[in-house]
């Protein structure tokens, strides 16, 4: 059975309304109006009850021993030890090349165009969906915590994407997205299951205030 992607309102970055895709390119919120920023976060929002829906069905038809998604950061070890048998890589066609290439300095160039596989559209999929429950995990014992998303700068790579705000200290934002993405990178080299409990634990050590966790 195929994974059920998330598809976005607005096409942007030429992926298509390939949700997962827009989120992992680099660039792609940079094309963003105001409005359509704001569009795009509202819909974010009304899609993550149905995402991390899908996300435990899916897993639960594999892994029918596995217990519920509790919203619990200890969940997010069976959780990641799952996805990183389902990490897949595939050829790039010729005109995506281009497209990264295209994307990056002129100097860089040869270095980019070494870069011949891609992630499949169902891996960024789950990995964008994996996302969203981490973030709701973070809500969900802290409360002071929301979702959000900065226009300003224009140029950061957090630009216009829903992000998590009102952390301490110098941090202003967690991008659940990114950091699921760079496990991602890593676990397709070496596997380690609790990588992403792992850094759940860091970032409430030094960035999120503490209160009293909700049940």
């Not at 660039?27 to 963003?32: G, I, K, R, S, T």
């Not at 997010?76 to 030890?81: D, G, R, S, T, V």
């Not at 969906?129 to 950061?156: F, Q, T």
């Amino acid at each position: 059975m195929a994974y059920s992607l998330m598809i976005a309102p607005i096409d942007f970055a030429g992926h298509q309304k390939i949700a997962a895709r827009q989120f992992f390119d680099n660039y792609a919120f940079f094309e963003l109006t105001p409005k359509q920023a704001k569009e795009y976060f509202l819909w974010y929002k009304s899609e993550i009850p149905n995402r991390i829906a899908l996300l435990w069905e899916y897993m639960k038809q594999e892994c029918p021993e596995a217990e519920p998604f509790d919203y619990s950061p200890e969940s997010l070890i069976p959780l990641w030890e799952w996805y990183e048998t389902k990490i897949e890589q595939v050829p790039m066609t010729a005109k995506e090349i281009e497209y990264q290439v295209s994307k990056y300095p002129k100097w860089i160039e040869e270095e980019i165009r070494k870069e011949t596989m891609k992630y499949t559209d169902e891996t960024l999929s789950l990995a964008l969906d994996i996302s969203i429950y981490l973030g709701e995990i973070i809500l969900k014992s802290y409360p002071n915590l929301y979702w959000g998303y900065r226009a300003k700068p224009k140029n950061e790579f957090s630009a216009n994407r829903p992000v998590i705000l009102k952390l301490v200290g110098k941090r202003a934002y967690f991008n659940p997205h990114r950091i699921v993405f760079v496990l991602m990178i890593k676990s397709s080299k070496a596997h380690g299951k609790s990588q992403l409990y792992d850094l759940y634990r860091y970032w409430e050590d030094e960035y999120f205030i503490p209160s009293i966790t909700q049940n």
